[in-house]
């Protein structure tokens, strides 16, 4: 066998060894040697070597069904950390994130929406090293940051193409915090990275196809398939909000007419709502609508009815066996939870799909794009080092 062959089966076993370790823990060397199928001396071999280099974590030994000693292993999660951060307009989100996925701190910050996207990763780079400080936490350890930002991402190069909410067009982002943070960056666009988030740790862990649809500022979605986020050509698969629902309708921000976002998205309905009276915010349209007041019924009703829309046509285009609903419209008013669940959205649905889909309502709404994002990072920059 060549050299190179040899390093590659050995480099091989280490990553099989790690990850068992990682996805049982806590587990055995013999347990690891039956799953894997390698001796136990090669077992005890690569724990060694893992051990030597931090990763694994040995507890106290126990008397095993033999009468012999046995240590159990598990994984030293906080030996490698990445860095997840959802970026808005006027926020943004730091979460720290160990080896299994865990949160180690997130926290909240104001961002200036005007600020420059040279500012703002300076902003954010200031902010991390407070947070690194105040949490006690050893800079080197982390592998990799990972941004969500709203927008059109190009992934593979890391640059934002165009982000409304932000005002970016163009931005070598990846670069930046590169640049400025000091750690290798990948970036991506919000919705791709909380879907994931959703599908490793959230509602979706057991769907094989699960998308993810937001009702917010923007009517957006995402798409996984088989663990893996579904992008098309331009990283743009899932941006609904800008399917036109009717020609004869009106102008969206982005000089198109008849947008589904212009029926939907948070500004829309207050937009509508305005004409009206001089509320300000979704809740105030909901208790409008509560208290009777009939403009404020039909704005809602008109809300509901476009989810709903919205819904068919996800299930029409993907067929998933999981939809999964976020944004503050779905998660805090509970007429819009009756709408789907209580029959009237089913009515909207074609019947052939009719029972082939569960509706989820986002369980991870704070940490779900900067858990997604650390993931990114993690799968992007971690190996196992040899
Ligand atoms: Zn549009």
């Given at each position: 066998?060549?050299?190179?062959?040899?390093?590659?089966?050995?480099?091989?076993?280490?990553?099989?060894?790690?990850?068992?370790?990682?996805?049982?823990?806590?587990?055995?060397?013999?347990?690891?040697?039956?799953?894997?199928?390698?001796?136990?001396?090669?077992?005890?071999?690569?724990?060694?070597?893992?051990?030597?280099?931090?990763?694994?974590?040995?507890?106290?030994?126990?008397?095993?069904?033999?009468?012999?000693?046995?240590?159990?292993?598990?994984?030293?999660?906080?030996?490698?950390?990445?860095?997840?951060?959802?970026?808005?307009?006027?926020?943004?989100?730091?979460?720290?994130?160990?080896?299994?996925?865990?949160?180690?701190?997130?926290?909240?910050?104001?961002?200036?929406?005007?600020?420059?996207?040279?500012?703002?990763?300076?902003?954010?780079?200031?902010?991390?090293?407070?947070?690194?400080?105040?949490?006690?936490?050893?800079?080197?350890?982390?592998?990799?940051?990972?941004?969500?930002?709203?927008?059109?991402?190009?992934?593979?190069?890391?640059?934002?193409?165009?982000?409304?909410?932000?005002?970016?067009?163009?931005?070598?982002?990846?670069?930046?915090?590169?640049?400025?943070?000091?750690?290798?960056?990948?970036?991506?666009?919000?919705?791709?990275?909380?879907?994931?988030?959703?599908?490793?740790?959230?509602?979706?862990?057991?769907?094989?196809?699960?998308?993810?649809?937001?009702?917010?500022?923007?009517?957006?979605?995402?798409?996984?398939?088989?663990?893996?986020?579904?992008?098309?050509?331009?990283?743009?698969?899932?941006?609904?909000?800008?399917?036109?629902?009717?020609?004869?309708?009106?102008?969206?921000?982005?000089?198109?007419?008849?947008?589904?976002?212009?029926?939907?998205?948070?500004?829309?309905?207050?937009?509508?709502?305005?004409?009206?009276?001089?509320?300000?915010?979704?809740?105030e349209l909901f208790e409008a609508s509560r208290s009777g007041h009939v403009w404020a019924e039909q704005i809602v009703r008109k809300?509901?009815?476009?989810?709903?829309?919205?819904?068919?046509?996800?299930?029409?285009?993907?067929?998933?066996?999981?939809?999964?609903?976020?944004?503050?419209?779905?998660?805090?008013?509970?007429?819009?939870?009756?709408?789907?669940?209580e029959g009237e959205l089913h009515a909207m649905i074609w019947e052939p799909l009719l029972h082939s889909f569960d509706i989820h309502?986002?369980?991870?709404?704070?940490?779900?794009?900067?858990?997604?994002?650390?993931?990114?990072?993690?799968?992007?920059?971690?190996?196992?080092?040899?």
């Amino acid at each position: 066998m060549q050299k190179h062959d040899q390093d590659y089966i050995k480099r091989k076993n280490r990553d099989t060894v790690f990850h068992l370790i990682k996805n049982h823990a806590p587990v055995s060397r013999a347990q690891l040697a039956r799953m894997t199928g390698m001796s136990p001396t090669t077992v005890s071999r690569i724990v060694a070597e893992l051990d030597e280099q931090g990763y694994v974590l040995e507890s106290e030994s126990v008397t095993s069904g033999v009468g012999r000693k046995a240590a159990w292993l598990t994984l030293n999660r906080a030996m490698v950390l990445t860095i997840g951060i959802e970026l808005d307009k006027t926020r943004f989100r730091i979460g720290i994130m160990d080896l299994d996925g865990e949160l180690v701190v997130l926290k909240e910050y104001e961002r200036i929406p005007t600020e420059t996207p040279e500012a703002t990763v300076m902003h954010i780079q200031r902010t991390l090293d407070q947070l690194f400080d105040e949490e006690k936490i050893d800079p080197a350890k982390v592998i990799g940051v990972g941004v969500g930002i709203p927008g059109i991402i190009d992934h593979r190069s890391g640059v934002v193409i165009l982000s409304a909410q932000l005002g970016w067009h163009h931005v070598p982002a990846a670069a930046l915090f590169h640049e400025h943070l000091g750690y290798e960056t990948v970036i991506d666009n919000e919705l791709k990275a909380r879907a994931l988030a959703e599908h490793v740790k959230g509602r979706a862990i057991h769907s094989r196809k699960t998308a993810l649809i937001r009702f917010g500022s923007g009517v957006g979605s995402a798409l996984i398939i088989e663990g893996e986020i579904y992008r098309g050509e331009n990283n743009s698969a899932g941006e609904i909000g800008h399917t036109v629902i009717d020609p004869m309708g009106t102008t969206c921000e982005c000089g198109k007419v008849g947008c589904l976002q212009t029926y939907i998205a948070e500004g829309a309905l207050l937009k509508e709502a305005s004409k009206y009276s001089s509320i300000t915010n979704l809740p105030e349209l909901f208790e409008a609508s509560r208290s009777g007041h009939v403009w404020a019924e039909q704005i809602v009703r008109k809300a509901m009815v476009y989810m709903g829309v919205t819904i068919n046509n996800i299930l029409c285009m993907y067929n998933p066996d999981s939809i999964i609903l976020s944004g503050d419209i779905v998660e805090k008013f509970h007429e819009v939870r009756t709408f789907m669940d209580e029959g009237e959205l089913h009515a909207m649905i074609w019947e052939p799909l009719l029972h082939s889909f569960d509706i989820h309502y986002s369980s991870l709404e704070v940490e779900g794009v900067v858990l997604g994002s650390g993931m990114l990072a993690q799968k992007k920059f971690f190996r196992v080092t040899h």
